[in-house]
């Protein structure tokens, strides 16, 4: 009797298990579905759940197979009750969302806007009976959601201790991630491991699952509001962690308010998966500057490498670097090589060590007006004018923003006044070395994703744009896409760039710039500073590449501000290399990536605008890669000739870096293009139409 017992228990848990892993998903649930919606082409779905405690969730599934298991929702607050439970619908609505808009510049001339918005409003039914409005956007290849808080009689103010956001990966999988909340700010090589294995991370933090699905997860539309980590709970449960701030509440603001959008890329490989980070651009404003045309893409040099290799200094002295003589003569080769502007940094007052004074983590003696002796700034500024080369400015803080935001307006007005329309910015301090003057007068110290350095980044940005300047700002803000609605933000720092290959010890591994393309990269432009074609940094030490792979990080990482970084000296050295440097463009019409995998691998094609040109960069990692891809992006009918700058057959990183073959062939759309990526190599090509 106890056996056939045992045997109808079985049978009846065979017939109830549903077939399909969604359905397993749904009935492990005990929570209501009380909203729902698809992606416009049915890719997507997601459901917005209610537990019987009354807790709000969702779930996100991809052609029937669950991708996000229910993940919870709500709020910390430091002076009032959380909101996690106690929740009723309230109401939901959906709509349909489908534009075109065109970038004045960037990667795409034009992009797609097109997504089903899913809204849900609860109520509590106890405490201060507040309200909790969730936003979905559902595009085919991902997911933007955020909180809208209302005002109400007895919520009026906002002070956010931490959000309750979980996103509950539904299947094992491999994770890229870099650590949060260490003293390195973003500056962390990226780890892989298995999702189980991840701490707390920055985003975009990248997951490719078992079966082969990638996910990307970041934000859109950082504004006034304080940056997201992820950290792991258990398992695969991520959870939403806000930067902390000085004063307790993480945010402090008044209702109503929105948070930012919180973003899951979901692509089926990893191509495309770089194509869907085109959400975090659409999940921004529209442009609310108007005319644009003054903020030019350029390709520039600048009094900066020589520093990282103590060959110049910063502060004054018989080493200084912003001189007026030197500044003239990076404008002269800029002039001469065809590139548009000369950074210079170190012009300004500040940086020498004047007793138990220095500059790094300080930044108190920083004028941003006022030159040393030997910079005649508007000397150079008119010598720059005369040969038709833009000087880039720079503004240093040291991330002591009290000091800088009292000389902003005046040193902003000076560039104006000079005809200098770009500055880079620099906010040199370990995390939560911030230094920033609170509502008691009194300096407190905050991290570089938090609120406080949030708001001070938008107040540079839009100060700036009054005077027509663009802003590239480094140990910055993490970039959630604002460029959409505030073009004069070129680029960003944001991670590990050249400048540790200078220094030596740790330099980047060969397979970081693999890495960057599926991590960083998916967030918007980075400022790399790429062209090391000497290979060497100071002292002589070898940088972890090949000379092809310099040329190919170009086309690879996307800036429409990139630097030929090396000394002119060592361009003269490497005419046939720098050719390639001259004459690849920052601003497209279109990028493709032709073949990629995560850390392995990145082949891309990009058309420059207005120009029936291509350039296509290749890079992988310490490995020997081979790649074999259709030439088909070319316009069809037409000859090209293809300007093929790749490794070596002999070609090693560590062996035989500076082994590069430079060769042309006539191509046409119909062809196929194979090349070998050396260990720490790659491949740059510039199509031209031929004659």
């Known amino acids: 009797m106890t056996l056939l017992r045992v045997f109808v228990a079985f049978v009846l848990c065979l017939i109830a298990v549903p077939a399909t892993a969604q359905g397993v998903a749904q009935a492990a649930r005990t929570s209501e579905t009380v909203a729902s919606a698809s992606s416009p082409a049915g890719t997507l779905k997601v459901e917005i759940t209610l537990s019987p405690e009354g807790r709000v969730g969702y779930v996100v599934s991809r052609l029937g197979k669950p991708v996000i298991d229910e993940s919870r929702l709500g709020f910390l607050f430091t002076d009032q009750p959380e909101m996690l439970r106690n929740f009723q619908l309230a109401g939901q609505g959906t709509r349909s969302f489908d534009e075109t808009w065109e970038e004045p510049w960037g990667e795409y001339r034009t992009i797609r806007n097109r997504y089903t918005e899913l809204t849900a409003s609860f109520d509590e039914k106890i405490w201060a009976k507040r309200r909790m409005n969730v936003v979905f956007r559902i595009y085919d290849d991902g997911v933007g959601f955020r909180y809208e808080l209302p005002s109400r009689p007895n919520f009026t103010h906002a002070n956010i201790a931490d959000e309750l956001t979980e996103f509950n990966v539904a299947e094992p999988g491999t994770a890229w991630w870099d650590e949060a909340l260490e003293w390195n700010r973003e500056e962390y090589p990226y780890r892989r491991t298995t999702i189980d294995q991840i701490g707390t991370a920055q985003t975009p933090l990248t997951i490719r699952t078992d079966s082969g699905l990638h996910l990307s997860f970041h934000e859109a539309a950082l504004v006034d509001y304080s940056g997201m980590d992820l950290r792991r709970v258990h398992d695969r449960l991520l959870k939403a962690t806000l930067m902390p701030s000085s004063t307790g509440p993480r945010v402090s603001r008044d209702l109503p308010l929105a948070t930012p959008w919180r973003v899951i890329m979901i692509a089926p490989d990893a191509p495309s998966l770089y194509r869907s980070a085109q959400i975090v651009l659409n999940l921004n404003e529209p442009n609310k500057l108007g005319d644009v045309s003054w903020v030019k893409p350029m390709k520039y ?391």
């Open 301 to 691: 040099v600048g009094i900066w490498w020589a520093m990282h290799l103590d060959k110049a200094t910063w502060d004054s002295g018989p080493k200084h670097g912003a001189t007026t003589a030197n500044a003239k003569r990076y404008i002269d080769f800029a002039a001469k090589n065809g590139f548009g502007g000369v950074l210079v940094e170190g012009w300004n007052k500040g940086w020498d060590k004047n007793g138990n004074y220095e500059w790094f983590a300080n930044g108190s003696e920083f004028s941003f007006t006022e030159a040393y002796p030997d910079f005649d700034i508007a000397e150079v500024a008119r010598y720059a004018r005369s040969k038709g080369v833009a000087i880039i400015g720079h503004h240093e803080t040291a991330g002591n923003i009290a000091n800088y935001e009292k000389q902003l307006g005046p040193a902003l007005d000076l560039y104006q006044r000079l005809g200098i329309h770009a500055v880079k910015t620099g906010y040199v301090a370990d995390a939560s070395g911030i230094q920033a003057e609170g509502a008691d007068g009194k300096i407190h110290f905050e991290w570089h994703q938090g609120q406080v350095a949030v708001n001070h980044h938008m107040k540079v940005v839009t100060e700036a744009a009054k005077r027509q300047i663009a802003v590239n700002p480094h140990e910055p803000v993490k970039d959630t896409g604002l460029r959409r609605t505030y073009p004069n933000w070129v680029s960003r720092e944001g991670q590990r760039g050249m400048e540790y290959n200078a220094w030596g010890e740790p330099k980047n591994p060969p397979e970081h710039e693999a890495n960057l393309v599926f991590t960083r990269m998916l967030s918007g432009p980075m400022d790399f500073t790429p062209g090391i074609l000497s290979l060497e940094g100071k002292n002589k030490t070898h940088i972890p590449s090949t000379l092809a792979k310099q040329l190919a990080l170009y086309v690879v990482l996307y800036s429409p501000i990139q630097m030929a970084a090396d000394l002119p000296e060592n361009y003269a050295a490497n005419p046939k290399p720098f050719q390639f440097i001259k004459d690849v463009a920052v601003d497209w019409d279109d990028t493709r990536m032709l073949a990629g995998e995560v850390g392995d691998l990145a082949v891309f094609a990009r058309k420059a605008r207005g120009k029936d040109e291509w350039f296509l960069g290749a890079v992988g990692d310490e490995q020997e890669r081979r790649f074999d891809v259709a030439l088909e992006f070319l316009q069809p009918g037409r000859r090209y000739r293809a300007e093929i700058y790749r490794d070596g057959d002999d070609a090693d990183y560590r062996t035989n870096p500076r082994s590069i073959v430079i060769e042309q062939r006539t191509v046409t759309s119909t062809d196929r293009f194979a090349a070998r990526i050396a260990p720490g190599g790659g491949t740059a090509i510039r199509f031209v139409p031929a004659k």
